[in-house]
């Protein structure tokens, strides 16, 4: 008999729902569900989900199946802005002790006299120093004392620490220092995160806080893991998702727990990028001069992530893939490990609004939240938030919430932006078409920030919208950015669940090696060869196939005498490119300035075999079975007569003219007057917008 | 009504978005360290009248100072300025501050291809950026001496056109980059400024493009009508009264006495007036605040009072007077040298206006923080050729500033080892100073115990060793070396800074200003001031 394939499952927790995607190579099929998460502790929604899955798979197959699931954990995340992390010590080179408290010297914010700064995540006394100096060439100026370290290791017995970060100066030209004091740490059955393995790159403060994050929330990654592992079959596999968007073992994740945070947001925007190259996109805008230069070709995915929630918004910018960056902060402690770009701002569809003491209307950064949530919910929430005025609008039909099954109040979202309007002197409706304008103001400055700011034409692009809150305002947003098209795909609301089916294997490397622009291209390629090795040892040993193996290879470079590098792809002509690239972010290039190689970095990429997404035959483009209803929808040049569709009901092939309301279980889109929608093969909505 | 309040909040995000653009673009392709690490720079946006309509959140000091920028480049070149010019200065007695800060002004014309009505080519407003450059020549490197007159503190460039419809006139950047000890690193600087610039007149042009110039204009004055009626509510809320405070400075750098700063606060229903009346006259040594300075610190105290997140524009200070006598130490005449203006005085008018509204609104003030930024410049020749400077025997200029005790607050401590008030920029981090000079840090810690007691303590300084690996010459600017910041309702005074050479086995008092030689394997010791208390210590 042959071996039935595993059931292969996605998982991301939500802050509401724990999402499953579940995909059985046997037939191809792709199914989703949601539970309400366990805050408390999380594992227990993703256990009662997986219980439930090997049910339906006993149900209809003799034998359970082996079930290989790629999970992204809340728990390194949560550690970390709750400051719920191990107690964890910091060895570092004497005189540096305080390297985290002293962070940057700057104040949080500029104005206000009552801020703190963030929490540091070492206290003053599991701050140990060690006479140790490296210097800026790799020299040993002074050799490690070893009787320190044993003085250390037996004071931290006394405090029961088991975690610990080492950061010594230098340690990346020269980790042999930090390895022996690793060496006799880990003897004493210590969990020690080095700085020269989690980031061998210079900055002290960015390195030693990246490495202390490690330590800090790898015990609670380790816990969680542990208990999930021991309920899984002999024949289960699980992997985890990472935030710099790829898949790691088990048994990596443990240790290098820093790299897990934010993998929810991750499964998104590698959920996006899939559904982007699989989405039958309509012909690109056409390209101007210097912009096409810079694009690498004409299939090349272009789209900007859209996921708007409840509380919060998170943008991401896809060029043939996602964009990755070195500069993350999360919960005030930075982390330079490579991260996948996402712009995250407070506001919402449960953001509330506001009139303040000098007459502007505000919009967040308050939010109503999940409980009480906006007034239309009806749970005692009293301020108008954006979703009451969707629905004071007309844009949000109340009876089809949910799919129904959480009907809104419109009489309290009315009344709550009747009080907003009196305030305002407007009328309600007027009111709550500021309440959008401003709210779309937020997102707009959002998605500016990862587009133009960062050299990039959003005309190019094309908005990806998930999440529930996202397409009602999604139209409005990319015609006000110039982007041709919005698209809204079938798994608007499983897309970071899905994402993580679809991510493939990745392991970062880097290391500062800061040589001349003069390096002749084959010792670059030489030394680059050592990270090489270390990627294809590490995918080998993470079960990929040698022939599933992909390596690429950038530098980081920068003018000499910058401070800031960009990622080059290496290749013969990379310091070519570097000044190109250089002219198209920052509109200069200095052709005869020397340049300088500050890190070497790899990536290595194991890849995998997504889900074939559901490609039902395309039909015919009259959407009239789908449409349900018609109703006054209120939109910036006066109110218009819409038809509402229901999005189930519509087929690949229809097509919509705006304007328009398509309703969805999980979420409501919003077309209007001249945007035209189609729904192409895979189901997305792809919604050609208007002026 | 005649506002709108949708179309502020919307143009809010506009314009704030615009002027952090051009700061990111600043900072990412800046080559000095004060710029790149420290972000010691700021950008804004300005309506056609020269008024401040946004400033990005950048450093405090520039607030007041750089409408002044824009409006020396007016006065300078009046009808006289067209698309693609740009007016760069430096001049503190014509719209600069103190002459590291080089300030570039861009006037923004509507583009003849707009599609909007408009005349063609009419003025839609400035752009400006500011960017403190690591040394802009003068006796000392970096550009920051203890000088007895303004020509010995650096190159003094007036409001001038460095760019004429966008082409760069080479023979003023060749004067200027033959002034100046680093000229490559300046020559980058200057670009990433231009760069800067050409990003916010781009924004503003699409804000035009998109929303016609009659809207954004009428906009941005409504703009500036919202955030003075937020300071107007403020000062509503404050009890009517004149509130008097004064504090002084250790001396000016030549030996002289302490200096004093006074200042009354008359608050009389939405309306203020901040007089300086009775301060010290202006100083033979380098500690004279030009009045932009002054200005800028009332701006920062207000701002901060306000408490709400109101943009940073010209409607802040309408209902405030500020009232300086010219020469005097908080409004210099020339040729006073005024280096340490900008960085050491401004902390200390920050100190009397806190102090003197402490006595109208105690819960909203915390006690004194370090008062000084501890100015630290090494320069000399290069030993060797370390990776990311210039070549062997080529000039270095390194400058730093270092964090202290912050003030314990009415509710709770003060933090420690951070930037107060007038700066927040950032250090350089050991491993990019030591790849960049020929200096090594020995020692980087918080300075436990130097706040001041209380029932809430005032957080601690900081403890900065740094050895010299060759021979060079250090200036340093730095305040609260005799007295420490003081203390509020029965709070204790932080310690005073102290700074010191190690030398073999000798340990050699430094005064808080002055220049030394050191030698090689001299480490340069800073310990920073620790905040004052706040309220009594509790038995």
Not at chain 1, 414 to 429: D, P, S, W
Not at chain 1, 512 to 534: K, N, S
Not at chain 2, 522 to 539: N, S
Request: with cysteine; proline share 7%; charged share 20%.
């Amino acid at each position: 008999m042959k071996t039935e394939p595993a059931l292969r499952i996605g998982i991301d927790i939500g802050g509401t729902f724990t999402d499953f995607v579940v995909y059985d190579p046997a037939d191809g099929s792709l199914r989703t569900f949601k539970l309400l998460s366990t805050p408390a502790d999380p594992a227990q929604a993703v256990l009662e989900g997986l219980d439930r899955i090997r049910a339906d798979g006993r149900s209809h197959l003799p034998g359970s199946r082996p079930l290989e699931i790629i999970h992204g954990s809340t728990v390194a995340t949560n550690a970390l802005l709750e400051r719920k992390g191990a107690p964890t010590a910091l060895v570092t080179t004497a005189g540096f002790g305080d390297v985290l408290q002293i962070g940057r010297q700057n104040r949080p914010a500029l104005y206000d006299l009552f801020a703190d700064p963030p929490e540091v995540l070492v206290p003053a006394d599991l701050r140990f120093e060690v006479d140790e100096r490296v210097d800026h060439e790799g020299n040993v100026l002074q050799a490690l004392a070893p009787g320190q370290v044993d003085e250390i290791v037996q004071k931290l017995k006394t405090r029961n620490i088991s975690s610990l970060a080492v950061c010594l100066l230098f340690s990346f030209l020269r980790p042999e220092h930090e390895q022996r004091i690793a060496e006799r740490l880990r003897r004493a059955g210590l969990l020690v995160s080095l700085s020269s393995e989690i980031l061998p790159e210079y900055r002290e403060f960015e390195r030693t806080s990246t490495t202390v994050v490690n330590a800090y929330v790898s015990p609670a990654l380790d816990a969680y893991l542990g208990h999930f592992e021991a309920d899984l079959g002999e024949r289960d596999s699980l992997r985890i998702m990472q935030s710099n968007g790829g898949n790691i073992s088990l048994d990596q994740a443990r240790r290098y727990g820093v790299r897990c945070i934010l993998s929810g947001p991750a499964g998104g925007v590698v959920g996006c990028d899939y559904v982007a190259r699989q989405a039958a996109l309509p012909p690109a805008a056409p390209q101007q001069g210097r912009q096409a230069e810079a694009g690498k070709g004409a299939e090349e995915v272009r789209v900007i992530t859209f996921d708007m929630g409840g509380t919060s918004t998170d943008v991401a910018l896809i060029e043939g893939h996602p964009t990755i960056t070195t500069e993350a902060v999360v919960g005030g402690c930075p982390i330079h490990i490579p991260l996948l770009d996402i712009h995250t701002i407070g506001a919402g569809g449960g953001s509330i609004a506001r009139l303040d003491a000098g007459g502007a209307l505000r919009v967040g950064p308050e939010s109503a939240g999940a409980d009480p949530g906006p007034a239309c919910y009806g749970r005692g929430g009293e301020a108008a938030t954006v979703t009451d005025a969707n629905l004071v609008l007309g844009r949000l039909p109340a009876e089809h919430f949910l799919g129904g099954q959480m009907p809104l109040d419109a009489s309290r979202a009315q009344a709550a932006l009747a009080r907003l309007g009196a305030e305002l002197g407007l009328n309600a409706e007027q009111a709550a078409l500021g309440v959008i304008q401003v709210a779309n103001a937020h997102m707009e400055r959002a998605l500016r920030v990862i587009s133009v700011e960062r050299g990039h034409d959003p005309r190019r692009f094309r908005l990806l919208s998930f999440g529930g809150a996202g397409s009602l305002h999604a139209a409005d947003l990319g015609r006000s950015l110039g982007i041709p098209a919005a698209i809204v795909p079938p798994l608007a609301s499983t897309l970071s669940a899905f994402g993580m089916l679809a991510a493939e294997v990745i392991k970062d490397y880097t290391r500062t090696v800061m040589l001349p622009g003069e390096t002749p291209i084959p010792d670059l390629a030489d030394r680059l060869r050592t990270l090489e090795m270390c990627g294809r040892d590490d995918l080998l040993a993470e079960g990929v196939a040698e022939a599933g193996i992909r390596l690429e290879r950038f530098l980081d470079m920068r003018y000499r005498g910058q401070s800031y590098e960009l990622i080059v792809p290496f290749s013969q002509s990379v310091y070519a490119d570097f000044h190109r690239l250089h002219a198209h972010q920052y509109g200069y290039a200095q052709e005869n300035a020397p340049v300088e190689v500050v890190n070497l970095r790899l990536r290595a990429v194991g890849q995998a075999e997504p889900p074939p997404l559901p490609r039902p035959p395309l039909q015919g483009p009259d959407p009239s079975a789908a449409r349900i209803d018609e109703r006054r929808v209120l939109f910036l040049d006066g109110p218009h007569t819409t038809p509402l569709y229901r999005a189930e009901l519509l087929v690949p092939g229809n097509r919509i003219e705006g304007p328009a309301v398509v309703v969805r279980a999980d979420t409501t889109v919003l077309l209007g007057p001249g945007d035209v929608a189609s729904l192409d093969a895979n189901s997305n909505l792809i919604i050609e917008l208007g002026r | 009504m005649n506002y709108d309040p949708i179309k502020l909040e919307i143009f809010k995000n506009l314009f704030a978005a615009a002027a952090e653009e051009m700061g990111t673009v600043l900072r990412r392709s800046s080559y000095s360290p004060n710029i790149k690490e420290r972000r010691d720079f700021s950008c804004a946006l300005f309506d056609a009248r020269g008024r401040m309509v946004a400033q990005a959140a950048h450093i405090p000091v520039h607030l007041g100072a750089m409408p002044l920028s824009v409006a020396a480049a007016i006065e300078k070149f009046g009808g006289d300025l067209g698309s693609g010019d740009l007016v760069m200065l430096n001049d503190p007695f014509r719209g600069g501050t103190h002459l590291p800060d080089i300030t570039m002004v861009s006037p923004v014309f509507l583009p003849s291809s707009a599609r909007q009505a408009g005349p063609t080519g009419s003025l839609l407003g400035f752009v400006a950026s500011r960017a403190h450059h690591a040394d802009v020549g003068g006796m000392t490197p970096g550009s920051m001496p203890v000088a007895r007159e303004i020509y010995q503190e650096g190159l003094i460039i007036p409001p001038v056109k460095l760019l004429r419809r966008d082409q760069m006139q080479t023979d003023i950047l060749d004067l200027v980059l033959a002034n100046v000890r680093t000229p490559q690193e300046r020559l980058g600087d200057l670009q990433a400024q231009i760069a800067a610039n050409r990003r916010g007149a781009g924004r503003l042009v699409e804000l035009v493009a998109r929303y016609g110039p009659e809207e954004v204009n009428e906009v941005m004055g409504q703009l500036l009508a919202y955030t003075e009626r937020t300071t107007r509510r403020l000062l509503e809320s404050l009890p009517n009264g004149t509130y008097r405070f004064e504090d002084h400075l250790d001396d000016d750098g030549l030996g002289g006495a302490p200096v004093p700063i006074r200042v009354a606060v008359s608050i009389h229903r939405d309306r203020a007036t901040v007089d300086f009346s009775g301060s010290a006259p202006q100083q033979a040594g380098s500690v004279n605040a030009v009045f932009a300075i002054t200005l800028s610190a009332v701006y920062y105290v207000f701002r901060c009072l306000l408490g709400l997140d109101v943009p940073n524009n010209a409607g802040c200070l309408a209902p405030i007077a500020v009232l300086a006598p010219p020469g005097t130490v908080v409004n210099a005449l020339p040729p006073a040298p005024v280096a340490g203006g900008n960085v050491e005085t401004s902390q200390r008018i920050v100190d009397v206006l806190l102090g003197a509204l402490a006595q109208a609104c105690p819960e909203k003030v915390p006690a004194a923080s370090q008062g000084t930024m501890n100015n630290v410049t090494i320069g000399g020749a290069l030993p060797r050729c370390p990776r990311g400077t210039g070549e062997a025997g080529a000039g270095f200029a390194y400058y730093e500033t270092i964090g202290g005790g912050m003030g314990a607050r009415p509710d709770r401590d003060g933090p420690s080892a951070i930037h107060s008030h007038m700066t927040n920029t950032l250090n350089t981090p050991v491993e990019a100073l030591e790849y960049a000079y020929p200096l090594r840090v020995q020692r980087y810690a918080v300075r436990a115990g130097s706040g001041g007691a209380g029932r809430f303590r005032g957080g601690d300084g900081i403890v900065r060793a740094i050895e010299v690996l060759t021979d060079c010459q250090v200036t340093l600017l730095s305040e609260r070396r005799g007295q420490g910041p003081y203390g509020l309702r029965g709070g204790g005074s932080g310690q005073p800074g102290e700074n010191r050479i190690l030398r073999g086995e000798a340990e050699i008092p430094l005064p808080g200003k002055g220049t030394v030689d050191l030698k090689k394997g001299d480490v340069l010791v800073i310990r920073t001031p620790g905040g004052g208390g706040y309220g009594p210590v509790e038995a």
